[in-house]
């Protein structure tokens, strides 16, 4: 059967006879991708030409594989002679007769490249050994074709061909043949990161102009990353390199030429963020349809975006190791206990907790935590949590991940890490060694809760003021060590998790869409949640005072000061209600988990100031009302739910065990965030008294100043060893300065792009309807009121919607007096929330950019049940 010496591209299906890359530009225009019209001169026409010449290729080039040196060199020279001397004029009339067959444009320039056998394989690419030659006129075909021949028979050849393991049967060379296109921009792009073998990256060099030029190494191009979603859409440009390009191969009349850009294209990008994106969906969609990485050659003109080749991406590694630059990061959960700059103290005890206690029981359990990665990440002052990697752990350990940001909060993961589950040995173990962790929590928890409650009696500063220096150093190491040998926060949160997930997947299916709205209600007025109990508290001073005429006038008095409260309610058994309160709760504050936030006892006037506003409002819940609320809104849920349940007893009596286990893990949690609070104040009053005596010795201008040294650095100092503390701590003063005065991003999901200044910040829409995730159901409307800080309790007024940037748990007196809570930021699991839910207060949290999209006293309507919230004209 005789063999086609010339066919459209369209058809080019057979490897040995049009070669790897007409292969590849077939299969692209059978997938509907856009590639240049053009045909392909096969293997046939190169066999044809040899034979013509006398000469077997076989035996020539075995005997160059087997010679070397100037011998080898003579057996390509002759090759290559007989080749030149091959009358190439009728195969040149044929080319064109084919092109005019396709109703291609004759009197244009053309592109004639390479297609070897063995171009563009899997395992060996052979890219750059052959000759690609642009700007061809129509006459001079026939001449650049049979120098596409004479590139096979070549040293280099010969050797990749021998180190690529081929075996002894030469290559045979067709030819693709297209018009020239007018490029813009060309170059190169893979479908994954051909270094690190990331496949949520693309990876993308262009130059302006023909990619000749690259392609030959001449040019540096521009380079860009594109990150890919898990369903190889773009969502980002990771990194950005322009090379700043002030000229461009084109083609002109008298052949390819380097010319100038114009001014207004000189140093800039050479594609566009459209363009880039484009790109790169294109890249994925092709290595979907060929079922394996490629690398592209591409070029934009104005018509738009060609594919020029396509093949195998050779040579790939396995994908490197996940590290933290590969991660996600959110301000989630540290953002809501911790004040927006913690302190240097703040933040070393932060990174020591999350390693100690949180991902060391996250290996104990078999997990694999990857060599580097840390849990904590610190960006211009404020930490970060490793979302990535909690969410692998969760995979690892078999559990689903999908409710994960919603309990946490932030933004949902951009980029799926690829985490495989432990095996069923290391999962039965793990759940052996979780239970016995539950059963410590429930336990131990009672007695140590007490203990650290007798912790932060025992070192109240007016017990203190006895200890020298070293005495101090002894405590903080001894309740250091305490919490080293009790501290309950994985066990109770993955009992919380536990319950959590198997209610997660029950209830989707028994009750339909609405579940988690019934299952907040259900939740509400437990009264077992010991920092909602605060705000009941609250509210039974506040009527205490109202029935009392004297404290009435006071709190009520336009010149109102709050410092005199101890001369003005002294007797009372106001006063007596509110110390007991302070010995309860005033512990407790904004940004509690950093030693250096001031407390509730240090600051009274921000709780009187609460019970004012109470005082004045013309209505008011008192304590029965606000129980009875809770409790009707909690039994209402649970009636619908048994309602749905409906004959299905055993439905009824599984989710009953799970409720009242939920509950129970969700006040132990609270309680624990609680307790653990008087171990915070017991190591406050300890550092402050330290501060004291520093101060005393001239070692320090202030006592806070003791704040700005981290747990490692302290121990150092009182070790001896000897640095410019006083100097350290200026300059770590200074710089907690600036980092106030520098906004950041609750989410980092590029963190290279963040810290180089090159990640593009997403613009907001105008919808005037925003959602985030439920809290706690209800639906109020009422004025906008921001709380950035303490400093905005005195200006909150009853029936005010709360909008912060987290739920932080210390807010919790405020919940009393206001109709309903937003939050930038913040899941269902955070402590403010899980306090929001169980008073009642109807709240929503994780509504990206509302603060931005809010004046105060806006009026909005929130529906808290639906995680709406819409802006009133």
Not at 251 to 266: F, H, I, S, W, Y
Not at 645 to 674: K, M, P, V
Request: glycine fraction near 8%.
């Amino acid at each position: 059967m005789n063999r086609s010496l010339l066919l459209p591209l369209a058809i080019c299906t057979q490897p040995s006879l049009v070669g790897g890359k007409a292969v590849g530009l077939a299969r692209l225009l059978a997938g509907g991708f856009p590639v240049p019209s053009g045909f392909c001169l096969t293997t046939e026409a190169y066999d044809h030409a040899l034979r013509a010449a006398g000469f077997s290729p076989t035996e020539q080039w075995q005997a160059a594989e087997n010679s070397s040196g100037a011998e080898r060199q003579r057996i390509l020279s002759h090759c290559c002679g007989l080749i030149r001397n091959y009358d190439i004029a009728e195969l040149t009339a044929q080319i064109l007769e084919q092109a005019r067959r396709l109703d291609l444009p004759l009197h244009q320039l053309w592109a004639v490249r390479s297609s070897a056998t063995n171009e563009d394989g899997v395992h060996a690419s052979f890219a750059g050994l052959y000759r690609t030659h642009l700007g061809i006129p129509p006459e001079e075909m026939g001449l650049a074709v049979k120098d596409l021949w004479l590139s096979i028979w070549n040293e280099r050849v010969l050797n990749y061909h021998a180190m690529s393991g081929s075996s002894g049967t030469p290559p045979a060379m067709a030819v693709v043949i297209q018009p020239l296109l007018e490029a813009q921009a060309a170059g190169v792009a893979y479908s994954i990161h051909p270094l690190t073998g990331r496949a949520t990256q693309v990876v993308i060099n262009s130059v302006a102009g023909l990619a000749e030029a690259l392609v030959d190494g001449r040019v540096t191009p521009d380079q860009y990353v594109v990150e890919m979603d898990e369903n190889s859409q773009p969502i980002r440009i990771s990194e950005r390199t322009v090379t700043g390009q002030f000229q461009a191969l084109r083609a002109t009349g008298q052949g390819l030429r380097e010319l100038p850009l114009p001014d207004d294209a000189v140093g800039r990008a050479t594609l566009s963020d459209d363009q880039l994106f484009d790109l790169a969906r294109t890249a994925k969609q092709i290595e979907k349809l060929f079922g394996y990485p490629v690398d592209l050659e591409w070029l934009y003109d104005d018509c738009g975006l060609w594919l020029l080749q396509a093949r195998p991406i050779s040579g790939l590694t396995r994908p490197t190791q996940l590290t933290n630059d590969d991660c996600e990061w959110s301000r989630a959960n540290f953002k809501e206990t911790l004040p927006e700059l913690p302190s240097p103290l703040g933040l070393s005890f932060l990174e020591l907790f999350m390693e100690r206690y949180i991902l060391a029981p996250y290996r104990r359990l078999g997990c694999r935590v990857p060599e580097g990665v840390t849990s904590v990440r610190t960006f211009q002052g404020r930490p970060y949590i490793n979302m990535t990697l909690f969410y692998s752990l969760i995979v690892q350990l078999r559990g689903d991940p999908s409710p994960f940001t919603e309990q946490i909060g932030g933004e949902v993961l951009a980029r799926v890490p690829e985490a495989h589950p432990l095996g069923w040995f290391t999962i039965a173990r793990a759940a052996v060694v979780m239970m016995a962790e539950l059963r410590r929590v429930v336990h131990d928890g009672p007695a140590w809760f007490a203990e650290m409650k007798v912790m932060a009696a025992e070192h109240r500063a007016d017990r203190l003021r006895t200890f020298s220096g070293e005495a101090i150093a002894l405590r903080l190491d001894a309740i250091g060590q305490r919490l080293d040998e009790h501290e309950l926060t994985f066990g109770i949160a993955g009992g919380v998790s536990q319950c959590l997930q198997a209610l997660g997947r029950l209830l989707s299916r028994w009750l339909g869409k609405d579940w988690r709205a019934l299952l907040n209600g259900a939740l509400q007025g437990q009264a077992s949640v010991i920092s909602a109990q605060q705000i009941v508290r609250l509210a039974e001073i506040a009527d205490m005072v109202r029935r009392d005429p004297r404290s009435t006038s006071w709190f009520t008095a336009e010149k109102w000061d709050p410092g005199e409260f101890r001369r003005r309610l002294e007797g009372t058994d106001i006063l007596h209600a509110f110390d007991r309160y302070l010995e309860d709760y005033g512990h407790r504050g904004v940004g509690e988990s950093d030693p250096m936030s001031p407390r509730f006892a240090d600051r009274p006037e921000l709780l009187l100031s609460v019970l004012r506003t109470q005082i004045l409002a013309p209505t008011s819940a008192i304590p029965a009302d606000i129980l009875e609320r809770q409790a009707a809104v909690r039994e209402r849920a649970l009636s619908e739910i048994r309602a749905r349940l409906g004959w299905r007893f055993h439905r009824w009596a599984i989710f009953s065990w799970w409720y009242r286990r939920l509950c129970r893990f969700f006040a132990l949690r609270e309680a624990n965030r609680h307790h653990l609070m008087y171990y915070s104040s017991a190591a406050r009053s300890l550092l402050l008294r330290l501060g004291e005596l520093l101060v005393e010795q001239g070692r320090l201008s202030s006592r806070e100043d003791i704040f700005y040294l981290t747990i490692k650095e302290r121990t150092e100092w009182f070790a001896g060893e000897l640095r410019d503390w006083r100097g350290l701590i200026e300059a770590r003063r200074a710089q907690r300065d600036r980092y106030a005065t520098v906004s950041v991003p609750d989410t980092i999901q590029n963190w290279k792009a963040i810290v180089s200044g090159t990640d593009t910040p997403l613009s907001m829409d105008s919808e005037k309807i925003l959602h985030g995730i439920p809290i706690s159901p209800g639906l109020v409307v009422g004025p906008v009121r921001f709380v950035r800080s303490m400093e905005d309790w005195s200006r909150v007024c009853r029936g005010d919607i709360l909008v912060v940037s987290v739920i932080d748990p210390g807010m919790a007196p405020l919940f009393g007096v206001a109709s309903g809570l937003v939050a930038e930021m913040g899941g269902t699991l955070s402590h403010g929330a899980i306090i929001a839910r169980e008073y009642g207060l109807p709240a929503v949290a994780n509504v990206f950019g509302i603060i931005s999209r809010l004046k105060e006293g806006d009026r909005i309507s929130l529906d808290a049940a639906r995680g709406e919230i819409t802006i009133q004209d």
